[in-house]
């Protein structure tokens, strides 16, 4: 079965800190992919970032970082300089394979508050 | 370039009452996801299609629930008798098929349920 685990349930920072958010998976797939998303307060789930399981380099976009180690089945999430705008729900997960319909195992979700 | 769009945004309803959301995914996309989520929790898998053919159920889906994709375009979800326990949030998702289009699962901004 299909597991993630985001430990941390809320994380809170001053604006312009780093912020790591932790993210570990189960899986007996050898081939998966890897999400995180953003849910902001309105709600709807913004879709941040995609990796698959043979590629496991790490990425950078802008303030946001990657960081994925199949060794230790984690998918880490950094934000640089944080921002108000920050502030939302962020999870992590997983999809199973494509013949399992790559339907998405999601993790409880971090909270992270960013304050002016 | 339209993302995924669900309507109602936001219903009350009386216990016991019928309820009933409709979801538009992206317009190439041939697989659509419902899912549930509830306050403080990650989004649930709850059933899938592939074009027009419902694919998987999960357990959380009773028999109360009924979704459908008549056409492989739009796809409703229909809540029979309400109960408290199915105030939520319904997210519907889309993506395509296949290893090249990289299976990235876009979400809609999700239609709350509250069951008074």
């Known amino acids: 079965a299909q597991k993630v685990t985001q430990a941390q349930t809320e994380i809170s920072v001053v604006e312009k800190e780093d912020v790591t958010l932790d993210c570990v998976y189960e899986t007996r797939d050898t081939t998966y992919y890897l999400f995180w998303y953003k849910q902001p307060p309105s709600g709807e789930l913004v879709f941040l970032i995609r990796r698959n399981s043979f590629d496991e380099q790490n990425e950078i976009s802008g303030r946001y970082s990657w960081n994925f180690q199949k060794s230790t089945s984690s998918f880490n999430f950094t934000i640089t300089a944080s921002q108000v705008v920050d502030s939302a729900v962020y999870f992590c997960a997983l999809s199973e394979v494509e013949a399992a319909g790559n339907k998405l195992t999601f993790g409880g979700g971090t909270r992270v508050l960013v304050k002016p | 370039d339209t993302g995924v769009s669900q309507n109602p945004r936001h219903k009350i309803t009386k216990r016991g009452q019928n309820v009933t959301f409709r979801c538009d995914p992206i317009?190439?996309?041939?697989?659509l996801y419902w899912y549930r989520q509830t306050l403080g929790q990650g989004p649930e898998f709850l059933t899938y299609?592939?074009?027009?053919?419902?694919?998987?159920k999960s357990r959380l889906l009773s028999d109360r629930f009924s979704a459908e994709r008549p056409k492989g375009s739009f796809s409703t979800l229909e809540i029979q008798r309400t109960e408290q326990g199915d105030s939520a949030m319904y997210l519907c998702?889309?993506?395509?098929?296949?290893?090249?289009?990289?299976?990235?699962?876009?979400f809609g901004e999700g239609s709350w349920l509250t069951v008074v």
């Open positions: 317009s190439e996309h041939n697989r």
């Open positions: 299609f592939q074009n027009e053919a419902q694919l998987e």
């Open positions: 998702a889309s993506s395509q098929t296949g290893f090249y289009s990289g299976n990235t699962i876009y």
